[in-house]
């Protein structure tokens, strides 16, 4: 057993789903029996580096009851107690990406709740935070092997602390969102769906540790293309995090696979 792994407690009368616990700067990282104590380790591992320079978005997060659960190689999303009741998007939600807006009907319209959660995600960001053992080890077996999405989803957390706890800086990244619109940066990407997945796209090639991104032939994959290409999203992440692209037991830094095999094309944004 993983040292300092806890015990959750279930409710009264109940029989627990999660029975492992760890902690990453105050904040819980909690898994059912059936997830390796390793998963845990990683992903307490890299959350503890991204909020590393700033301890009083780490401290936001805490006040505000974030945790973090780890799905197992056999489990989903809804899976986990908190997401038993969710519901697919309706077709106006604003967080749907391009291409989902244009085909909902096939795309979303025709699964139920549980087919559409299961075929649109491993992990989700926010106050319940769901990442995927297969993803925070690297195993192959991962449906996005090549980049980290623990990095990705915990990015919006980061982020939701900085509106919280830093309004000043979150308005200037709102700010930078906008101006990248107007230049056409990352067009069609899908750091251009959200002001949250500007940033979280971004934090992922800060840390090394996304896949390959080409726009119009100008290829971004590590964080000196991120500074060449968008010098401003740069500067408002080096505000949040220590002036390092490594995270402890990050399985995807600087790995071959954030390069896809065959040719480069001139864009990798999904063509709808």
Same mark, same amino acid.
Request: proline letters at 16%; aromatic letters at 4%; one cysteine or more.
């Given at each position: 057993m993983l040292a300092g792994c806890a015990t959750v407690?279930?409710?009264?009368? =109940?029989e627990p789903f999660y029975t492992k616990q760890v902690e990453a700067a105050g904040i819980p990282i909690r898994s059912s029996a059936r997830v390796s104590d390793e998963a845990l380790t990683?992903? &307490?591992a890299m959350i503890a580096d991204m909020l590393a320079h700033r301890p009083d978005l780490a401290a936001q997060l805490v006040r505000q009851d974030y945790t973090v659960s780890v799905i197992g190689l056999e489990e989903a999303l809804l899976d986990l107690p908190e997401n038993a009741g969710w519901r697919k998007p309706a077709r106006d939600d604003p967080r749907l990406t391009r291409c989902e807006r244009i085909h909902y009907d096939e795309r979303i319209g025709r699964l139920t709740d549980r087919e559409y959660w299961d075929a649109r +995600? %491993?992990? /989700?960001?926010?106050? &319940?935070? +769901? !990442? +995927?053992e297969e993803d925070v080890l690297g195993l192959p077996i991962s449906r996005y092997y090549g980049e980290t999405i623990l990095v990705h989803e915990f990015a919006h957390n980061v982020l939701f602390a /900085?509106? +919280?706890? =830093?309004?000043?800086?979150y308005a200037e990244v709102e700010a930078a969102y906008a101006d990248a619109r107007a230049q056409r940066l990352w067009f069609n990407e899908y750091a251009m769906t959200t002001v949250q997945e500007y940033w979280a796209e971004g934090t992922q090639f800060w840390f090394d540790s996304n896949k390959l991104v080409v726009v119009d032939g100008r290829r971004v994959l590590n964080h000196d293309d991120l500074a060449a290409y968008d010098p401003a999203l740069y500067a408002l992440l080096a505000r949040a995090y220590a002036p390092t692209h490594r995270l402890t037991g990050d399985?995807?830094?600087?790995?071959?696979? %954030? !390069?896809?095999?065959?040719? /480069?094309? #001139?864009?990798?944004? #999904? !063509?709808?």
């Open positions: 407690q279930p409710a009264s009368g =109940d990683a992903s &307490r +995600a %491993r992990g /989700i960001g926010g106050q &319940r935070t +769901a !990442v +995927a /900085i509106q +919280a706890a =830093d309004p000043a800086l399985p995807f830094w600087m790995h071959p696979a %954030r !390069v896809p095999p065959g040719p /480069i094309p #001139e864009n990798t944004a #999904e !063509v709808c």
